[in-house]
Nanobody, 128 residues
Framework: QVQLVESGGGLVQAGGSLRLSCAAS????????MGWFRQAPGKEREFVAA????????LYGNSVKGRFTISRDNAKNTVYLQMNSLKPEDTAVYTC?????????????????????WGQGTQVTVSS
């Protein structure tokens, strides 16, 4: 059973940067597509980014494209979300998600229903 633990959230000023990490347990991490989602108070969960199991395909939500970068280190069972040029509207709880897509190593799912494992989330607050 894969478990996900996020870290790296915090308070940052607008224009600043943060890097989130999501550490996964388990021995078949390289077959898991990984994603980041966020949810602000009173809003629906929003897709942020996804990366395929082999790390060669990535996908971004429109609101973060060009500012955020998702990456993974399969040797460390960890996926990262580098967030630059942060804006107050990026304030949310950020959660990583995973699902085993063995045989679909380039797949980058963007819907919540396409993931079956979720972390507990980490708060990111961007002050203006």
């Amino acid at each position: 059973q894969v478990q996900l633990v996020e870290s790296g959230g915090g308070l940052v000023q607008a224009g600043g940067s943060l890097r989130l990490s999501c550490a996964a347990s388990g021995r078949t991490f390289s077959t898991y597509a990984m994603g980041w989602f966020r949810q602000a108070p009173g809003k629906e969960r929003e897709f942020v980014a996804a990366i395929s199991g082999n790390g060669r395909s990535t996908l971004y939500g429109n609101s973060v494209k060009g500012r955020f970068t998702i990456s993974r280190d399969n040797a460390k069972n960890t996926v990262y979300l580098q967030m630059n040029s942060l804006k107050p509207e990026d304030t949310a709880v950020y959660t990583c998600a995973a699902r085993d897509y063995s045989g679909m190593v380039y797949y980058t799912p963007r819907r919540t229903a396409e993931y079956d494992k979720w972390g507990q989330g980490t708060q990111v607050t961007v002050s203006s």
